[in-house]
């Protein structure tokens, strides 16, 4: 694997799931291999109301965010300022495009390829 990319996940039950199984999988993957980039991408902290339900969206930003500072060569990708469709869950097009550019900057710019 030449990188680990990561976008959010939107079916987590729970808080607890979260905290059980997203950093073990981080850990994993960076145990495998130390020096494999893995960008992350930011929730929007827009969401729509059916994914902020005990509070997930703020914990997995915080989980990702926690990894960044822990994990060597790790890097965020930023969702502030995205724009996302009715739906309150995907982004719209122009935004994706700018989501991708941000995922781009991360890897290049924060860690060692």
């Not at 902290?45 to 509070?55: D, N």
């Not at 930003?61 to 930023?78: D, F, G, K, T, W």
């Not at 300022?81 to 309150?88: A, C, F, M, S, V």
């Amino acid at each position: 694997m030449s990188a680990f990319v990561y976008d959010y996940d939107h079916n987590a039950p729970t808080v607890e799931y979260l905290e059980a199984t997203h950093e073990k999988m981080f850990r994993t993957i960076r145990e495998a291999q130390p020096d494999l980039p893995v960008i992350l991408g930011q929730l929007p902290r827009e969401i729509g109301s059916s994914w902020k339900t005990q509070g997930r969206e703020e914990q997995l930003n915080l989980i990702l965010n926690q990894l960044v500072r822990e994990l060597p060569n790790c890097a965020i990708a930023s969702s502030e300022g995205l724009t996302l469709k009715p739906d309150g869950v995907h982004f719209n097009s122009e935004s994706c495009r700018e989501f991708g550019k941000r995922y781009f900057r991360a890897m290049t710019g924060q860690v060692k390829l």
